[in-house]
């Protein structure tokens, strides 16, 4: 399952986001607000429990989130994510995992993980901006399954059929959300039209 959020407040991000000319200082602060937006409706089936809260009237029946959330960005460019679901989940732990595609195969390389305990029985929220061939995406949910997880959803920015379709095929229980499902990819496996290195754009370098 995947679902494109079409909004038109995110739709107007993505265009500033995807723009050459945004610098590093905008680029980030748009990558939290399109977060903000995509976490939104990806948190919307989230188990919640009954509360009862003093108004200064009367008693309110109300409903809390009850489940345990652990966000895991993926290194480095999914931290570009971390603020926009904070925001949303501020309970929320926080894990990491550390991939980087090689250069030459782009298949992703593993060098860090540190996850909460609660990633197994919680909900654990994968974020990386940019979901291309979707090898990392895979190599990460293969990471948080081992770990124990079962309740997994990727929340992303850019994606493309073909990443789509093979993070789907791999592991068809996790639901993916996403600001924008664009054309494809280029030869260097980059999504195009794509917004470049997230990376490097999130953080000033290259
Ligand atoms: C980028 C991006 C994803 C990955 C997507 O990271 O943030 O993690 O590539 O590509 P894929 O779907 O083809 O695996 P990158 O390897 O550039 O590392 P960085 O975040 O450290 O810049
Ligand atoms: N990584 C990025 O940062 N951008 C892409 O388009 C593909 C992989």
Redesign the pocket.
């Known amino acids: 399952m995947h679902e494109e959020i079409r909004h038109p407040c995110v739709q107007h991000k993505l265009a500033l986001i995807r723009d050459i000319s945004t610098g590093h200082k905008q680029f980030r602060e748009l990558a939290t607000e399109i977060t903000m937006f995509v976490c939104y409706e990806a948190l919307k089936s989230i188990s919640v429990k009954d509360v009862e809260v003093e108004t200064p009237l009367e008693t309110a029946k109300c409903y809390k989130i009850s489940e345990d959330i652990v966000v895991v960005p993926?290194?480095?460019?999914?931290v570009g994510m971390l603020e926009g679901i904070l925001s949303l989940v501020p309970s929320a732990r926080v894990g990491f995992v550390g991939?980087?595609?090689d250069e030459v195969t782009?298949e992703?390389v593993t060098y860090y993980q540190r996850l909460p305990e609660q990633a197994n029985g919680g909900l654990c929220i994968l974020v990386?901006?940019?979901?291309?061939?979707?090898?990392?995406?895979v190599a990460a949910i293969d990471i948080l399954k081992e770990a124990g997880a079962r309740k997994v959803v990727v929340v992303c920015i850019v994606t493309c059929p073909e990443?789509l379709q093979r993070v789907e095929d791999a592991h068809p229980d996790v639901p993916i959300f996403v600001a924008s499902i664009d054309r494809g990819l280029d030869e260097n496996?980059y999504i195009v039209p794509g917004l470049g290195?997230?990376?490097?754009r999130l953080y000033g370098t290259r």
Do not use: E, F, H
Request: aromatic share 4%; no cysteine; charged share 25%.
């Open positions: 993926i290194l480095r460019a999914g991939l980087y595609r782009k992703p990386d901006p940019m979901l291309a061939t979707g090898g990392s995406t990443g496996k290195d997230a990376g490097d």
